[in-house]
């Protein structure tokens, strides 16, 4: 098993471009999130899926958007990518919304100028 | 809304010490907390997670408390090693409502273990 992984690992882009994180997992979870992490904040989530077919707002959606394409693969995209969008993003999975652990993938490593 | 705090930012050690980490949170209503380790530019790794109807968690040289009540859990490391050296997050699961499912996560304690 692979478990979460994430594409790609790093992406520098330039202000205004677009670009899609991607993330799949083979544990069969229902439930998937995307979080991103930045210096001196912790994380924070962005997005989450608790089921296939639906999407919810997390804390801090405002520049994103997110696609829970099958049970497997939850993606991120930034439209128009801003400087504070700098930042590590991690999805994670689990079971279910709720009661389970939260596995999480290696992380992307994005840079806006 | 919820409120992680862990303290202390930073530490560093001699190998060998025992450690507490310590984390803090704002709203009891939680299902379960968990620890995480974090190594320069990787992922989370899952350490611990207690339920919320538990008191305390071991793995190995690792005890994690928890006192829902009063919004604390602890994270006991015993005769730490320099491989430990790591940013140990603490992360609590909400259980209510529109944040059901919601981890909310510390800022984290980086730590140092030297030889």
């Known amino acids: 098993n692979a478990g979460v992984t994430q594409t790609p690992k790093f992406q520098v882009l330039k202000t205004g471009q677009s670009m899609t994180l991607q993330c799949a997992q083979d544990?069969?979870?229902?439930?998937m999130y995307w979080y991103r992490q930045d210096p001196g904040m912790g994380l924070r989530l962005i997005y989450y899926?608790?089921?296939?077919?639906?999407?919810d707002k997390g804390e801090v959606p405002n520049g994103y958007n997110v696609s829970r394409l099958n049970k497997r693969e939850f993606s991120l995209r930034l439209e128009s990518a801003a400087p504070s969008q700098t930042s590590v993003y991690f999805c994670?999975?689990?079971?279910?919304?709720?009661?389970?652990?939260?596995?999480f993938g290696p992380g992307t490593r994005l840079t806006v100028t | 809304k919820q409120e992680v705090t862990q303290i202390p930012a930073a530490l560093s050690v001699p190998e060998g010490e025992n450690l507490v980490l310590n984390c803090s949170f704002t709203?009891?209503?939680?299902?379960?907390l968990q620890w995480f380790r974090q190594d320069p530019g990787k992922g989370l790794t899952s350490l611990l997670l207690?339920?919320?109807?538990?008191r305390e968690q071991t793995s190995g040289r690792l005890n994690a408390s928890l006192d829902k009540s009063s919004g604390r859990s602890t994270l006991y490391i015993a005769a730490s090693q320099p491989g430990d050296s790591a940013t140990y997050l603490c992360?609590?699961?909400?259980?209510?409502?529109?944040?059901?499912?919601?981890?909310?996560f510390g800022r984290g304690t980086q730590l140092t273990v030297w030889p």
């Open positions: 994670a999975s689990s079971r279910d919304r709720g009661f389970y652990e939260q596995y």
């Open positions: 544990m069969n979870h229902n439930s």
């Open positions: 899926s608790a089921s296939e077919g639906t999407t």
């Open positions: 709203d009891s209503a939680i299902y379960n």
């Open positions: 207690i339920q919320s109807s538990q």
């Open positions: 992360a609590v699961l909400a259980d209510r409502g529109s944040t059901l499912g919601r981890l909310y």
